[in-house]
């Protein structure tokens, strides 16, 4: 099962292997360990070690490189909110690492492969075991593809406000019109997606997406203040 997972991060990725000896401990359990003792393997452990501060540099390189001005508090709460059990698990399940892990018979059963700390330690340890094959170049390159764009994205809006700094930046020359409304709201009740479009004294200059509405507003008042910034 491990070895499809050359392919996907050959095809997704652009990425390929070169010891597949890292790899294989970092997608190994414990539990698999203990079933196959004749195997000698290594499990995850150490590389998610390596890969948890690898990740804590690479984050912090690329918020303090983005965010001339943040001040080092905000730079810390930022990275938390992406250095963290809920963002890392989410990452693996998207990457389809859930997939490759190698567990023992006991832990399969209790649907261990669908944890989010198992996920994240998953995660941490693909990293750890990413920087050992190809060094941190490669690291970050991936990191390009699947972490650092969900800032754009709008998935860490409830840490900035961007709808306050959207109104402090329009205001500079004085009172204007900010209004925020509905394109549209799409799913289920438990998995709703609404468009929301901002627009300034009756002109759109923004819209985005998110679960809830407030997200959404969020989204949109991102993607205005960078269109605004950059003109």
Not at 17 to 29: E, G, L, P, V
Not at 42 to 65: H, I, N, P, W
Not at 166 to 184: R, T
Not at 217 to 231: D, H, P, S, W
């Amino acid at each position: 099962m491990i070895r499809g997972l050359a392919q996907l991060l050959k095809s997704n990725y652009g990425i390929e292997i070169k010891n597949m000896d890292y790899y294989d401990a970092a997608f190994t359990h414990r539990s698999y360990v203990n079933e196959h003792p004749k195997e000698h393997l290594d499990f995850y452990e150490r590389t998610e070690f390596l890969g948890d501060a690898v990740m804590q540099l690479c984050v912090s390189e690329y918020l303090f490189k983005r965010y001339p001005k943040m001040p080092e508090g905000k730079l810390s709460r930022l990275r938390a909110a992406m250095v963290c059990e809920d963002s890392f698990s989410s990452f693996a399940k998207e990457c389809h690492f859930d997939e490759y892990i190698r567990l023992g018979k006991g832990e399969e059963k209790n649907n261990a492969r669908k944890r989010p700390s198992l996920l994240c330690d998953i995660f941490e340890a693909f990293i750890g075991a990413l920087y050992l094959d190809h060094g941190k170049p490669t690291v970050v390159k991936f990191l390009n593809q699947v972490v650092f764009p969900k800032l754009d994205e709008g998935c860490y809006n409830t840490f900035f406000d961007h709808k306050t700094a959207l109104q402090e930046y329009l205001q500079k020359n004085g009172p204007c019109k900010i209004e925020y409304q509905e394109v549209w709201g799409k799913g289920p009740d438990n998995d709703r997606t609404y468009k929301m479009e901002v627009s300034f004294n009756g002109k759109k200059i923004g819209e985005g997406t998110g679960h809830t509405k407030k997200a959404a507003e969020q989204a949109a008042a991102f993607e205005a203040l960078k269109a605004l910034q950059q003109n």
